[in-house]
């Protein structure tokens, strides 16, 4: 059985009627990657865990401010995605990474590699230690949050320790998971990280409108509190905020998007 050819351009998703995807493939049950799958890869890559930190952009930035910021950020996420996918359309580039050496050559390329790879692990981090704190708690002391875990075994045990469950989340979900060849692979995983971060989304909207109706909710601030250097300088940590929020670019938009998609953002101009 021959293996199909590969290079550094060869998309992770290969096309349906992609002539390169040979008859071993496609019968080894891949047989491209489907609309709805695309579309939960996507999604899950633009809303991640960054919405649980969008409203700090409110706090520090003002409510009027940090509304416009956000809407500001969105447009030009919408603008740079638009970019890239004409622009590997005229230059016949297949990934994000073809993109860059196409414009500027291998280096480029390989600054890219490294900047995902340096995001990629700083949300790992991040991750783990949000998993971290919501299930094994967070403080010591008499500030000792207790996690979900310690609750559930009514106090702290040696399994539900942070070291322990961080070690098993590890094994159990994120190894089995990075181990996919394709990220079409990933599109039930992806379908259910849509579906509660939309749960998410539907209980604290749930939970402000109840105390907004209980008259709990003060005013909230409209104005950034700008009163000496420090505070100045503490604005601009709404930044890895929004990036971390909006950032999808990285999985590159013929590496997810069916022809179909592409086609309707390009549209008919």
Not at 27 to 41: M, R
């Amino acid at each position: 059985m021959s293996l199909p050819t590969t290079s550094s351009s060869t998309p992770l998703l290969a096309s349906k009627t992609d002539s390169s995807v040979d008859e071993d493939v496609a019968h080894g049950g891949f047989k491209g990657s489907s609309f709805a799958s695309a579309i939960f890869n996507l999604s899950t890559t633009v809303v991640g865990a960054g919405i649980m930190a969008l409203p700090a952009t409110q706090k520090q930035l003002g409510l009027p401010l940090g509304l416009v910021t956000i809407v500001f950020i969105g447009i030009l996420t919408d603008s740079s995605l638009e970019l890239l996918v004409r622009f590997s359309n005229s230059c016949k580039a297949l990934s994000y990474g073809a993109v860059m050496e196409s414009s500027f050559g291998h280096l480029g390329r390989t600054l890219l590699q490294v900047c995902i790879i340096v995001n990629n692990l700083g949300l790992l981090i991040v991750y783990m230690i949000i998993i971290g704190d919501v299930l094994s708690g967070t403080g010591s002391g008499t500030s000792h949050h207790r996690g979900l875990l310690e609750l559930w075994a009514d106090g702290a045990t040696w399994w539900n320790s942070r070291v322990v469950v961080l070690f098993l989340t590890t094994i159990l979900i994120l190894v089995p998971l990075v181990s996919f060849k394709r990220v079409d692979s990933l599109k039930f995983s992806s379908a259910l990280s849509v579906a509660l971060a939309i749960v998410f989304v539907v209980i604290m909207a749930g939970i402000a409108i109840a105390k907004l109706v209980a008259g709990k909710i003060p005013m909230p601030r409209l104005l950034p509190d700008v009163h000496d250097q420090y505070s100045f300088w503490k604005l601009f940590t709404v930044v890895p905020v929004m990036v971390t929020a909006y950032i999808c670019h990285h999985n590159g938009i013929k590496l997810v998007l069916p022809q179909i998609l592409i086609g309707y953002l390009l549209g008919p101009w």
